[in-house]
């Protein structure tokens, strides 16, 4: 049968892959000798050598090739003075560590007088950026092969956009392919073509990367055509919407993760405050100890810092708990009814237990390491990221809202703790232990606000006046929501912390609180029991 030239056409690819698997030695010793020949020519002291040698390298699909481009452009690819051999440096004090390029075998340290650094040019260093990341391209790891398109995006030429065009349709990452998309209608701005400058303005107008801003703002500024210039303009001011709404957004996070450490931190308070109507002054120490609990447990097992740091919680709480019972038994129970006094005493307590933390630990700070899952921040697109740990610390504040709010409606605890604070008599006749209903809640809360210490622990450093932050801002939550009432707590901490952070741009941490605490006072007058009102001790 006559072949035709389509069939025959249709037969090369499986020709090739026969020939690649019946001389697999041949190929592999071209891939070899091409890689060699380029590390010989990038050794040389001539630029367009190295230039020539760095492309050899690339294209021989050698293993070696990303590693000994990224050498050679981080600084670190020498030329032995006594044989001339290349090997990769590494900083090892005032000398370096030395290995074999082409093996990866250790060699000796050796100081800078026995080595010469392989230099490289701007057009060089450009050269082998666009090289590594058309390596990359061919990775698996969809996250390198972003990267690699990314890289692209600033040097991007015809000859490049064709090899992406090509990648575009076999690519099955969808973030990989509208990087590849952007990629190629920056080709198409930056090219002479009017319909696919047109076309790549077009491409543009809804991408929040930073490099298409920054060429959409150059080519404003350079275009002479009226047309191309109304499309860069529109594309841009599309661009623009979106940043802001997008930082609005960010703003709204940031206010709400401030607005969680506020409900974290006043929740404790609220319980005792609403239930026992006692004005703990040092409910900011007993956050100050769950802190220094998580920076102990992580001191006793410092190879797990994640078991650690879960935990830090139950044991934060069981610690705090301890001493906020041990302080209701021992001096709040003798003052119950005289409110000025048991502020006093309770202030004089949180002095008290600052001074034993510092003749415990020292006056200094001390850190407490955030576990690798709750580093770094997780990217919804490339102007918006959440960071780990907030995100973390948000959804932990609602379930201990939501822990406690069962807790309160539920269980038999929390009908006795809401029986004595809508009607102590009432209770008190109906069999409930008053008194150990108030050591009880006194421990709940001063246990909350050991948890909220693990909390904090994670956003700032431990130390003695790490409690003294947030006294004033929990009372400020407690007074806005309600004293007694978790919703309203939970309201409050998260409306105190939204209104602070989209204050500040426009007047600055400091003022953006005094506004706060002025608006407050306001709001107060006109609704004196907040925005939940609760029955309690004082309505009897």
Not at 116 to 138: C, E, F
């Amino acid at each position: 049968m006559k072949k035709t030239p389509r069939s025959i056409s249709r037969l090369l690819p499986t020709l090739l892959l026969l020939l690649l698997a019946l001389f697999p030695e041949t190929c592999l010793a071209t891939a070899e000798e091409g890689f060699s020949e380029g590390v010989v020519l990038l050794a040389t002291k001539g630029f367009a050598q190295k230039s020539e040698g760095a492309e050899k390298i690339a294209a021989s699909g050698d293993q070696r090739a990303g590693k000994i481009l990224r050498a050679c452009l981080d600084g670190q690819l020498y030329l032995t003075r006594e044989g001339q051999n290349l090997v990769y440096g590494t900083a090892e004090g005032d000398n370096l560590q030395v290995s074999d390029a082409l093996t990866g075998a250790p060699l000796s340290v050796m100081n800078a007088g026995q080595l010469t650094k392989v230099t490289i040019n701007n057009q060089l260093r450009g050269q082998l950026k666009t090289l590594l990341a058309r390596l990359s391209l061919k990775n698996p790891d969809p996250a390198i092969r972003l990267a690699g398109v990314r890289e692209m995006f600033a040097d991007i030429t015809p000859e490049t956009a064709k090899v992406l065009d090509d990648l575009r349709q076999s690519e099955q990452d969808q973030r990989v392919r509208e990087a590849l998309q952007t990629a190629l209608a920056l080709a198409g701005v930056r090219g002479n073509d009017p319909t696919e400058r047109k076309k790549g303005l077009a491409d543009l107008a809804g991408s929040l990367d930073p490099e298409v801003r920054n060429e959409l703002t150059r080519l404003i500024a350079e275009e002479k055509d009226p047309a191309a210039l109304r499309e860069a303009k529109r594309s841009l001011a599309k661009i623009e919407d979106s940043l802001s709404w997008y930082a609005k957004l960010e703003t709204l996070f940031f206010g709400l993760s401030l607005g969680s450490v506020l409900v974290l931190a006043a929740i404790g308070l609220a319980i005792t405050f609403g239930v026992i109507g006692v004005i703990n002054m040092a409910h900011g120490e007993l956050i100050m100890i769950g802190a220094y609990t998580a920076y102990v447990m992580q001191q006793l097992l410092p190879q797990s810092i994640g078991l650690a740091l879960a935990l830090s919680i139950p044991a934060a709480f069981i610690v705090a708990a301890l001493v906020g019972i041990a302080i209701e038994r021992s001096v709040i129970r003798f003052l119950y009814g005289r409110p000025l006094e048991t502020l006093l005493a309770t202030f004089g307590i949180s002095l008290i237990l600052q001074q034993a933390v510092r003749s415990i630990f020292s006056p200094l700070n001390r850190s407490v390491v955030t576990p690798a899952w709750m580093s770094g921040s997780i990217a919804i697109n490339p102007v918006l990221s959440f960071t780990s740990n907030r995100l973390v610390i948000f959804v932990f504040a609602m379930l201990v809202f939501a822990g406690l709010f069962l807790l309160l409606k539920k269980s038999s605890l929390g009908l006795q703790v809401r029986a004595v604070s809508q009607n102590r008599a009432m209770a008190r006749a109906m069999g409930v232990r008053a008194s150990r209903v108030d050591a009880l809640t006194f421990g709940l809360g001063s246990g909350v606000a050991g948890i909220a210490g693990v909390a904090l622990s994670q956003l700032t450093n431990v130390g003695p006046n790490l409690g003294q932050s947030y006294i004033v801002d929990s009372f400020m939550v407690v007074v806005f929501g309600g004293v007694g009432n978790l919703w309203g707590t939970l309201v409050g901490g998260l409306a105190l912390g939204v209104a602070n952070k989209f204050l500040e741009p426009w007047s600055g941490a400091v003022l953006a609180k005094i506004v706060i605490l002025v608006l407050i006072i306001l709001f107060i007058q006109k609704r004196p029991q907040g925005l939940f009102p609760q029955r309690g001790r004082a309505a009897e």
